[in-house]
């Protein structure tokens, strides 16, 4: 049997590895999938409590979390296909006119 | 057997995690982002959530990541020579180091929390997918009916801003 802190383990390192891939990562759509590690870090943790709790509300949150990065996904994408349309640029340092 | 499984699928998905940040082209990113959706379905099967680890692999790998293809091979990006920005490097040592203190925190917590009902062997003679979906159309029917309006808000915002604007809406400034 594998302990739970081995899953919260995994999950953590997930975690800062997307992290990670949002700080410093130039290209938004990247910056996107880092977002898409982050949720999946998240769910581990969700399964994994779940699974050591012995309740499956855990695991319907987990889908939850899936329909809304399924959600993330077409609305962040629609915004790069507008950006890229109009400026060409898909690098995040790129897209700055909201930063006034 | 289950340990061999669980350090499999651990160290592939945490290098498949590294190597989706730290890839130069965004192709091998996705094919990497795909690797780590598998073995982390391969996670969830150990920790006995089927119904999770199928829908990961059809919605995640089947239609999440296939818009992300269908969005890059749309774009036709060039290979970026500076892909990283070096001047936030150095948060992730801050945001690393704390990670690890609240790991520390709560792994060494006295409280182990109160056991529900659904324990593996209750679910097992229903079958994972009926009893989630008994439970999700019970308890949780409300959030369920707030994540369709979610989807369908997030649809047509989608489609509304994706779609190519026509030169009426272009000249009509003074609206």
């Known amino acids: 049997m594998v302990p739970i802190s081995a899953y919260v383990v995994v999950s953590a390192i997930l975690f800062v590895t997307g992290l990670a891939g949002v700080l410093i990562r130039r290209n938004f759509i990247i910056v996107m999938m880092s977002v898409e590690i982050m949720l999946n870090a998240a769910n581990i943790n969700l399964v994994a409590f779940a699974s050591h709790l012995d309740s499956l509300g855990g695991q319907i949150m987990a889908l939850f979390v899936i329909a809304i990065a399924a959600g993330e996904a077409a609305v962040g994408l629609a915004i790069i296909i507008v950006v890229f349309r109009g400026k060409l640029a898909t690098n995040v340092d790129q897209i700055n006119l909201l930063k006034w | ?175």
């Open chain 2, 1 to 175: 057997m289950v340990q061999i499984f669980f350090t499999y699928f651990a160290l592939v998905s945490i290098a498949a995690g590294i190597l989706t940040v730290s890839l130069r082209n965004p192709v091998h990113c996705g094919i990497a982002l795909l690797a780590l959706l598998g073995h982390v379905a391969g996670l969830f099967v150990l920790l006995h959530a089927e119904f999770v680890a199928v829908v990961q692999i059809i919605i995640y790998a089947g239609a999440i990541l296939i818009l992300y293809l269908f969005v890059l091979m749309l774009l036709n990006l060039k290979t970026e020579e500076r892909y990283f920005h070096r001047r936030h490097a150095w948060y992730i040592t801050g945001v690393g180091a704390l990670t690890v203190e609240l790991l520390l925190v709560l792994l060494a917590s006295r409280f182990g929390g109160a056991k529900g009902p659904a324990a593996v062997e209750a679910v097992e003679q229903i079958g994972n997918s009926m009893a989630i979906g008994i439970l999700m159309f019970s308890d949780y029917l409300l959030p369920f009916e707030i994540v369709g309006i979610f989807l369908l808000g997030a649809i047509v915002g989608a489609i509304v801003l994706a779609k190519t604007p026509s030169p009426a809406d272009l000249s009509g400034d003074e609206r």
